[in-house]
Every structure is written in structure tokens, then in C-alpha cells.
């Protein structure tokens, strides 16, 4: 069992930026990617950023490249998503998952656990 933590979520203006954390316990040495999922009220539920922990190779949705970064602190079992330039379309409830089989990482069938979530408001 993986347990994740999310936090940092919060109420920004169109242009600001945040820090996602998400503190991973438990048995973490199964863990080969983390990533980052949002969901919008009324959407489904989308992948946002992932992260090999092994190589720390990484990947994102077309809609935040330039403008998120996912980082790992291998030390501390916490994986980070960094957001700049925040756009109201980027309101969402965020959520941090484990993977060990790390294929079809858009797929939210192929991760493990799931955090509760933190909440992100960017306004106009």
C-alpha cells in the first residue's frame, strides 16, 4: 500500500503561480512513476504531468508545457508539480497517483493510488 498526501492547493489571479506537493509513505520502493491528474467540475478527469522516478524522465499534457514542472525529491517521498502562468482554465481539483507498471501513463487505469486531492481556483 501507497499512501499519498497532496497539498499547496489554493485560490490564485490568471498569471500566478503555485506549488503542488505530494508526500508519498508506505511502500514507495514499488513505485516506477507519480503523476499529477486534474479534474474540472462538469470534465473528466485528465493527466497532467508524470514522472519516472527511476531516471526522472518526464512528461506533460500539451496544455501545460512551458508553464508546469513536475520534480521529484527522492529523499523526502515527494513529488512536486510547480505552476506558472496560471490560467483560469487551469482551475481544477488536483490529484497525485503511484504507478508501478508505468505504460499508457494518460491512462488512469494503469496507477495504483490516488490521493484525495487538492483544490486549484485561478481567476480572471
Known amino acids: 500500500q501507497v499512501q499519498l498526501v497532496e497539498s499547496g492547493g489554493d485560490s490564485v489571479q490568471a498569471g500566478g503561480s503555485l506549488r503542488l506537493s505530494c508526500a508519498a509513505s508506505?511502500?514507495?520502493?514499488?513505485?516506477?512513476?507519480m503523476a499529477w491528474f486534474r479534474q474540472a467540475p462538469g470534465k473528466e478527469r485528465e493527466g497532467v504531468a508524470v514522472?519516472?522516478?527511476?531516471?526522472?524522465?518526464?512528461y506533460y499534457t500539451n496544455s501545460v508545457k512551458g508553464r508546469f514542472t513536475i520534480s521529484q525529491d527522492n529523499a523526502k517521498n515527494t513529488v512536486y508539480l510547480q505552476m506558472n502562468s496560471l490560467k483560469p482554465e487551469d482551475t481544477a481539483m488536483y490529484y497525485c497517483?503511484?504507478?508501478?507498471?508505468?505504460?499508457?501513463?494518460?491512462?488512469?487505469?494503469?496507477?495504483?493510488?490516488w490521493g484525495q486531492g487538492t483544490q486549484v481556483t485561478v481567476s480572471s
Open positions: 514522472i519516472f522516478t527511476g531516471d526522472g524522465r518526464t
Open positions: 508506505g511502500s514507495t520502493y514499488k513505485t516506477n512513476c
Open positions: 497517483a503511484s504507478g508501478t507498471s508505468c505504460f499508457n501513463i494518460w491512462n488512469q487505469s494503469i496507477w495504483n493510488y
